[in-house]
């Protein structure tokens, strides 16, 4: 069936790294636009990153522009987050989302399938 | 890019219906039919309702229907059920990237 499923999470010090890593299987991956989200603790929904299907172009929130990288291994289906300089605010569960529609050929924020999320904690 | 604004907490009883409104600005919910509505329940992942305003992903009841007019969009959920009680989100396509609404608690009396 069709599945995505986060890892790499846990507790992590301000000003330290973090990759996040999502497995996707059960479908094409290298023809999906995908994104990050991610939820703090109580809070709304957040969106964080977009990657195109091949790679060809990364949009991020303003928020993270700078200190997170979003890439692609079509090859093994997977896609990342690297999250460098973290601070107390980036704590939050973070979700790899597929782009369900597109608007001129590009991800439209439509996210159709969603993994289980994985709970990223910035604290000393 | 601000967060969409929507109603802190909506409530009605089973059967009525209700409608959650999602603001924005011509930059987002004004230029684009691009408007999604996820719900979701506590610990659970986010599930698309709508998308593109007003279409229904397969699988998801006709109690749902999604609508907009200038910068605001709404979600309204007919013959409301107790299974509906959950949070909702509206998003916005905004020029490459994402914008989602601050959230809506659905509370089922």
């Known amino acids: 069936q069709v599945q995505l499923v986060e890892s790499g999470g846990g507790v992590v010090q301000p000003g330290r790294s973090l990759r996040l890593s999502c497995a996707a299987s059960?479908?094409?991956?290298?023809?999906?636009?995908m994104h990050w989200v991610r939820q703090a603790p109580g809070k709304g929904l957040e969106w964080v990153a977009v990657?195109?299907?091949?790679?060809?172009?990364?949009y991020y929130a303003d928020s993270v522009k700078g200190r997170f990288t979003i890439s692609r291994d079509n090859s093994k289906n997977t896609l990342y987050l690297q999250m460098n300089s973290l601070r107390a605010e980036d704590t939050a569960v973070y979700y790899c989302?597929?782009?369900?529609?597109?608007?001129?050929?590009?991800?439209?924020?439509?996210?159709?399938?969603w993994g289980q999320g994985t709970m990223v904690t910035v604290s000393s | 890019q601000s967060a969409l604004t929507q109603p802190a907490s909506v409530s009605g009883s089973p059967g009525q219906s209700i409608t959650i409104s999602c603001t924005g600005t011509?930059?987002?919910?004004?230029?684009?039919?691009?408007v999604s509505w996820y719900q979701q329940h506590p610990g659970k992942a986010p599930k698309l309702m709508i998308y593109?305003?007003?279409k229904r992903p397969s699988g998801v009841s006709n109690r749902f229907s999604g609508s907009k007019s200038g910068n605001t969009a709404s979600l309204t959920i007919s013959g409301l059920q107790a299974e509906d009680e959950a949070d909702y989100y509206c998003?916005?396509?905004?020029?490459?990237?994402?914008?989602f609404g601050t959230g809506t608690k659905v509370t089922v009396l």
């Open positions: 998003c916005s396509y905004a020029g490459s990237r994402g914008v």
């Open positions: 990657i195109w299907y091949d790679g060809s172009n990364k």
């Open positions: 059960g479908f094409t991956f290298s023809s999906y636009g």
């Open positions: 989302a597929r782009e369900g529609n597109y608007y001129d050929s590009r991800p439209a924020a439509a996210f159709d399938i």
């Open positions: 593109e305003v007003s």
């Open positions: 011509s930059s987002d919910v004004g230029s684009y039919n691009l």
